[in-house]
């Protein structure tokens, strides 16, 4: 008897351990400690994000939705399309039929008086623009000024009332890992917002290509419908432009890409204030640093941007930026990647002086860059079958005009009859134009065997029209 007694207090021992450590290990929730028997040095950590006063433990989102959601606006666009749908519609009719198509995204206010930004890809191809706002109230809205290398565009609408809008806030500020809320239309659902952090910063989806790309990438749930909408910190504020999603599916898979918010801004700037895109550059060629480079040259840091050459006369040069030099500053910015050098210059305008710090012979040394005015010298217009030159100072004075580009050379059997070279070409489909690169960004988003209109402004100063198809 007494064995068996003795067996059962072991064994109740037992029960009541095993249950102690259930609940000790996969329960520890359930553990209270009085506050009299806590230790000074134990008192839990509020752990603050950066840049915001929201903690892990208890974030609120809702104050951003309250402020965002409101200026985040339904894009609706009605254009015109000429593909054929199939290959029996090409060869009945000799190519398409035009049918009105419509596309959706979103936008974000960022003026009380209706200045809205969005993706140039929302509104590309466009011949209407529906608004829709958060209260059901639509409008029509009007093109102000595109950035199709950056995806940027304005638009603007006519309000009764003052509307609700999103500050800008600093990209630049913008901390991996903090949290963000995506704003947005996805599939036709209004008003819809999402939450994740920042995965990452300055990235560049294809650096083979000529677009600007430096982007903001979250794992907030961006899908079609969402592109043009805001992603916006804790505090509401717009720290970027939701414009790609990167999926097999076309749907979100996981991260998404927004345009930081000041490069946006600057692009929005530029086209209030000049009527296009000032673009300020360094004038080097380079990338990443790289093993291959750090070997050939002796480089001792495995990150930021090699300059493998400089451009003549260009603001890097004049401040003496040097081939083999390595850029691991820029105003105080950390340079890895050339994606971040991209990202920040292109907030930047010409004649804006920059700070840049170099690594040269195994020293650092910082020069002052006065950025260079982006252009491109020349551009085939092929449809027309013409060469477009930026004019030469004082040159359009003597058509009396103050924008415009000049002919400098026919292409085309055709065109050659007609003795065009020097002419001006002042307009493009209505739009006015400065210089070769917006007569390139026109062109280049038409769609193929889309109507050319040109305005051609001869010697005597009279003005024609000319369509070409």
Known sequence: MKR????????????????????MFLEPEAIIVKESEAKPNLTPVNYTLANTNASVSGIDFTIAAEKTVNAVVHV??????????????????????ERRIQGAGSGVIITEDGYIVTNNHVIDGATDLEITLNNNKS?????????????????????????????????????????????????????????????????????????????????????????????????????GINTAITSQTGSYVGYAFA???????????????????????????????????????????????????????????????????????????????????????????????????????????????????????KYNIDDVGVEVRNPPKGYLDNFKLDHGVVISKALSSRMKRYNLEGLIISEIDGKKVRDVLEVKEIIERKYKDEDITISLVDRSGQKREFVFQ
């Open 259 to 377: 345009v930081p918010s000041n490069n946006a801004k600057k692009i929005i700037d530029d086209i209030i204030e000049f009527g296009g895109v000032q673009r300020g550059i360094l004038g080097i060629q380079g990338g990443t640093i790289n093993p291959k480079v750090m070997e050939e040259y002796d480089i001792s840091v495995s990150q930021g941007v090699f300059v493998a050459s400089v451009a003549d006369d260009s603001g890097a040069k004049k401040a003496g930026l040097l081939e083999g030099d390595v850029i691991k500053e820029i105003d105080g910015l950390p340079i890895n990647k050339f994606s971040d050098l991209t990202g920040y210059v292109n907030s930047k305008r010409p004649k804006d002086v920059i700070n840049v710090k170099v690594l040269r012979k195994r020293k650092e040394i910082t020069l002052p860059v006065t950025l260079s005015k982006y252009e491109i010298q």
């Open 4 to 23: 068996f007694l003795s067996l059962l207090v072991v064994a109740i021992l037992a029960g009541i351990f095993t249950l102690g450590a259930y609940k």
């Open 139 to 239: 409008y029509k809205a009007k093109v102000v000024g595109t950035a199709p290398q950056s995806d940027i565009a304005l638009i603007k609408i006519d309000a009764e009332e003052k509307l609700s809008y999103i500050p800008f806030g600093d990209s630049n500020s913008a901390k991996i890992g903090e949290w963000v809320l995506a704003v947005g239309n996805p599939f036709n659902l209004t008003s819809t917002v999402t939450a994740g952090i920042i995965s990452a910063k300055s990235r560049d989806l294809d650096e083979s290509d000529d677009k600007i790309q430096s982007f903001i990438q979250t794992d907030a749930a961006i899908n079609p419908g969402n592109s043009g909408g805001a992603l916006v910190n804790v505090r509401g504020e717009l720290i």
């Open 76 to 97: 609706k666009q009605y254009g015109i399309s000429r593909t054929p749908r199939n290959l029996m519609e090409f060869f009945r009719n000799g190519g398409a039929q």
